[in-house]
Each structure stands twice: as structure tokens, then as C-alpha cells.
């Protein structure tokens, strides 16, 4: 069984910076895509950024260039810097990551249960 666990969410200004980190722990052989999705109040849930195990970042378009997305292999890690947020940026934010659990076995998409990012002035 894995569990991702995020921390870091909370109320900021507009403008102003917030960083997510999302821990795994768990029977864990190796993990693939690391990842942040977020679901605002009455919208579906979107991606907002992934980071393969080697590095390669993918974001969605419109969130390019105000957030980071990194992860700590090691660590088992993957963190989300949000820079000059917006209030349209309000969402619950959702870990996700691809992982493997043996040698002998497919990677298994596994999320966490998600922590609140709220951008009012």
C-alpha cells in the first residue's frame, strides 16, 4: 500500500508565493511520473504540472512560467513552487504519482487526499 501525503497549502495574498511538497511512503519499488493536479469548487480536477523520474517537466500551458515543479528521487519527493498567484489559482491541490511497487509489476497511479490553496487578498 503507498500514501502520499502533501503539506504546505494554506491562504496567500495575491501576488504572493506558496510551496507544496507530497511525500510517499509505502511498499514502493520505484516511482515513474510524480505529479499536481488541483480542483477548484465546481470545476473538474486538472493537471497543473508532472516530472518524470528523470527530470523532464511537463506543465499545463497556462501555469508555465509561474510554477515549478521538482522532486527528490531519493526522498521520494516532488514539490510544486507556485509564484505570483492568482485568486483563480484557488483549488484543492492533489499529489499523484505513478508507482511501482516490484520488480515484477506496472506502475499504479496512486494520490494523495489533497490540501487546500487559497489565493484572497
Known amino acids: 500500500q503507498v500514501q502520499l501525503e502533501e503539506s504546505g497549502g494554506g491562504l496567500v495574498q495575491p501576488g504572493g508565493s506558496l510551496s507544496l511538497s507530497c511525500a510517499a511512503s509505502?511498499?514502493?519499488?520505484?516511482?515513474?511520473?510524480m505529479g499536481w493536479y488541483r480542483q477548484a469548487p465546481g470545476k473538474q480536477r486538472e493537471l497543473v504540472a508532472l516530472?518524470?523520474?528523470?527530470?523532464?517537466?511537463r506543465y499545463a500551458g497556462a501555469l508555465e512560467g509561474r510554477f515549478i515543479i521538482s522532486r527528490h528521487n531519493a526522498k521520494k519527493e516532488v514539490y510544486l513552487q507556485m509564484n505570483r498567484l492568482k485568486p483563480e489559482d484557488t483549488a484543492v491541490y492533489f499529489c499523484k504519482a505513478d508507482v511501482v511497487e516490484s520488480m515484477w509489476s506496472q506502475a499504479v497511479s496512486s494520490w494523495g487526499r489533497g490540501i487546500q490553496v487559497t489565493v484572497s487578498s
Open positions: 516530472i518524470s523520474r528523470g527530470g523532464k517537466e
Open positions: 509505502g511498499n514502493i519499488f520505484n516511482i515513474d511520473d
